[in-house]
């Protein structure tokens, strides 16, 4: 049974050995998570595009970690452009307009985003549609609109299955800076990146902000050039002050676990080091079994309380008290041993305790006519309670069966 037992837990932990290492050695899966942060290397982060940016504005470029509202309330008189880029920003009123007053100062507000909130849409009066596609394998094609930046051929994305465009603008004050198609050859042209004027300064709006992730910008030569090309309608000769704080991804690391967990080997040395924690608790759990404690059982003080109330009565000289208790407790005796009523005592009460006491009749009788005159007594003598006591002791001696 037991070399049974032994092949079993040897199968067991070869399968398990062989599937950890076909885990440690299994291509690690792409995260597309849509992070935007300027730390994460993953597709869709912002490494690369933080890096290209900070090579490029050097030290004009200023990391801003604290909410853009909070950030311009303390410090209002900077100027610039203010570069914000997430998934998604759905800015609330107070901060769209904080940002807006900014703007209108003369300053720029760069915003890439797949949709800006409804203040930022009634400020600027525009709306928004989806360019929707059910092919797997469908491509988007984009290009910008001047002349200078526009490539010969379109820039193709083939990673999302609808992309957002501006359906409706100011034509007024705004400029279209970018288009995007489902065909090649851009036969409608929808605008995704706008530039708009507002008060003295300059709004632009970017709804395709993966143009600024590592995975888009490093595909192929023409997409680094078409980032660079749309960045290059920030001004270089003023500070930029890329927002940090509206990310999808966490721009820190909440968990030291997350830092250990990031290296593959250090994640699987945890790994093997909780598995063979929980085998170690399994098997050693089958061989040893819980200490028992040990419980002391309540002490029974009844004879020691009985024994002080008696020397208490008795080093006060109260035998009559003991005598009076030492009869009762007697009678109980009586009652409860030989099932008779002590109040009558006559001839069927005698014949009935003699013959369930190995008594004879006569001396029950005498028995009980002693304990009826030692209680008349006015004055009992220590002498007199001895006597009592052993009077009573012997007669439960032998009603007991003891001679």
Not at 155 to 179: A, C, H, M, Q, R
Request: glycine share 4%; with cysteine; net charge neutral.
């Amino acid at each position: 049974m037991i070399k049974k037992g032994g092949i079993y837990i040897f199968i067991a932990v070869i399968t398990l050995a062989l599937f950890m290492l076909l885990e440690y050695n299994k291509p690690k899966e792409v995260n597309w998570f849509p992070s935007f942060a300027t730390h994460h290397k993953i597709p869709y982060g912002a490494k690369v595009i933080n890096d290209l940016m900070e090579h490029r504005f050097g030290d004009k470029m200023i990391p801003i970690f604290r909410p853009p509202y909070e950030y311009l309330k303390q410090n209002d008189s900077i100027s610039g452009t203010y570069f914000l880029l997430n998934n998604g920003l759905e800015l609330d009123k107070v901060e769209a307009e904080k940002l807006l007053d900014w703007t209108a100062k003369g300053n720029t507000l760069f915003l890439a985003g797949s949709s800006f909130g409804q203040t930022l849409s009634d400020e600027l009066n525009f709306e928004t549609k989806t360019l929707y596609s059910d092919d797997f394998q469908h491509n988007y094609y984009m290009q910008l609109v001047n002349p200078q930046l526009k490539t010969e051929h379109p820039v193709v994305f083939s990673k999302d299955f609808n992309v957002p465009y501006f359906d409706e603008i100011d034509t007024l004050t705004t400029t279209v800076l970018g288009i995007i198609d489902n065909f090649e050859t851009i036969t409608v042209k929808n605008a995704n990146i706008i530039k708009q004027t507002y008060g003295k300064g300059t709004v632009i709006l970017c709804l395709f902000p993966k143009v600024f992730t590592n995975y888009f910008i490093l595909e192929n030569e023409v997409n680094t050039n078409y980032t660079a090309s749309l960045l290059s309608y920030v001004d270089d000769t003023k500070n930029i002050y890329v927002d940090n704080h509206h990310k999808t991804g966490k721009t820190f690391y909440t968990s030291p676990m997350r830092i250990f967990l990031s290296a593959k080997e250090l994640k699987w040395a945890y790994y093997i080091a909780l598995i063979g924690a929980l085998l170690y608790v399994f098997f050693e759990g089958k061989r040893k079994q819980r200490a028992i404690p040990i419980v002391t059982p309540l002490q029974n003080q009844t004879l020691a309380f009985t024994r002080t109330i008696a020397d208490m009565y008795y080093e006060k000289n109260r035998q009559k008290e003991i005598v009076e208790h030492r009869i009762n407790f007697f009678m109980d005796y009586v009652r409860s041993k030989f099932h008779v009523n002590t109040l009558e005592k006559n001839d069927d009460f005698y014949n009935n305790i003699a013959s369930r006491s190995f008594h004879t009749k006569e001396e029950v009788k005498q028995l009980f006519i002693y304990l009826e005159q030692i209680t008349k007594e006015s004055k009992i003598t220590n002498e007199d309670l001895e006597k009592l006591n052993t009077t009573i002791e012997e007669f439960k001696v032998k009603a007991n069966g003891r001679k």
